[in-house]
């Protein structure tokens, strides 16, 4: 079985169909990430990392540890500009609470409920730590999608739709090896 096939199987597996106090299922909260960064002209890492930014809870992970264990799963197949904003977009959530006024206020509630899991807003050292690496700014672009990703009246594109873009992703693809920052 193929990485694709792997991948495609959780998006329509059971646990796909769940996303507690958010209005759509996570398989379709992440597949409107993925279209949303679609629409708006992301070069592809940043798509898959925006279709694939929740594969941490497909495959159970709690609140706190769906990131960087989503990540390091997707790292068998995908290089860095797919796997760090992966990783980084609690951290994100984290880091714009503490740096963009009002945005806690954008939150769904759920996301605030999982704030509070996730170590709460950061400090202010935190945040200059967490905006002077290499993969925050295609980080915070995720989970910008992710925070929008939540909305019942759209019927985001199946999974089949972003398999021949995670397709030329796979390493050794000619993106795999791509540095974040491709979203700037």
Same mark, same amino acid.
């Given at each position: *079985?193929?990485?694709?096939?792997?991948?495609?199987?959780?998006?329509?597996?059971?646990?796909?169909?769940?996303?507690?106090? %958010?209005?759509? @299922?996570?398989?379709?909260? *992440?597949?409107?990430?993925?279209? &949303?960064? %679609?629409?708006?002209?992301?070069?592809?890492?940043? #798509?898959?990392?925006? !279709?694939?930014?929740? #594969?941490?809870?497909?495959?159970?992970? @709690?609140?706190?540890?769906?990131?960087?264990?989503?990540?390091?799963?997707?790292?068998?197949?995908?290089?860095?500009? #797919?796997?760090?904003?992966?990783?980084?977009?609690?951290?994100?959530?984290?880091?714009?609470?503490?740096?963009?006024?009002?945005? !806690?206020? !954008?939150?769904?509630?759920?996301?605030?409920?999982?704030?509070? =899991?996730?170590?709460?807003? *950061? @400090?202010?050292?935190?945040?200059?730590?967490?905006?002077? =690496?290499?993969?925050?700014?295609?980080?915070?672009? #995720?989970?910008?999608?992710?925070?929008?990703?939540?909305?019942?009246?759209?019927?985001?594109?199946?999974?089949?739709?972003?398999?021949? =873009? !995670?397709?030329? &992703?796979?390493?050794?693809?000619? &993106?795999?090896?791509?540095?974040?920052?491709?979203?700037?």
């Amino acid at each position: *079985m193929t990485g694709i096939e792997v991948i495609a199987g959780l998006f329509a597996g059971p646990g796909a169909r769940d996303y507690l106090g %958010e209005a759509v @299922t996570i398989g379709e909260h *992440m597949r409107q990430a993925g279209a &949303l960064a %679609e629409a708006a002209g992301a070069p592809a890492p940043l #798509v898959a990392a925006a !279709l694939l930014h929740d #594969v941490g809870h497909l495959r159970q992970e @709690t609140d706190a540890r769906h990131g960087p264990a989503g990540a390091q799963w997707l790292g068998q197949w995908f290089g860095p500009a #797919v796997t760090e904003p992966v990783r980084l977009h609690v951290a994100a959530k984290r880091y714009l609470c503490a740096a963009e006024p009002g945005y !806690l206020g !954008l939150l769904s509630a759920e996301s605030v409920r999982t704030l509070a =899991l996730q170590g709460g807003p *950061m @400090t202010p050292e935190q945040a200059a730590a967490f905006a002077a =690496l290499p993969c925050a700014h295609d980080a915070v672009a #995720v989970r910008r999608w992710d925070d929008e990703a939540k909305d019942p009246a759209v019927t985001p594109p199946e999974f089949g739709h972003f398999e021949a =873009l !995670l397709q030329a &992703l796979l390493k050794p693809g000619p &993106l795999s090896s791509e540095a974040c920052g491709t979203g700037r």
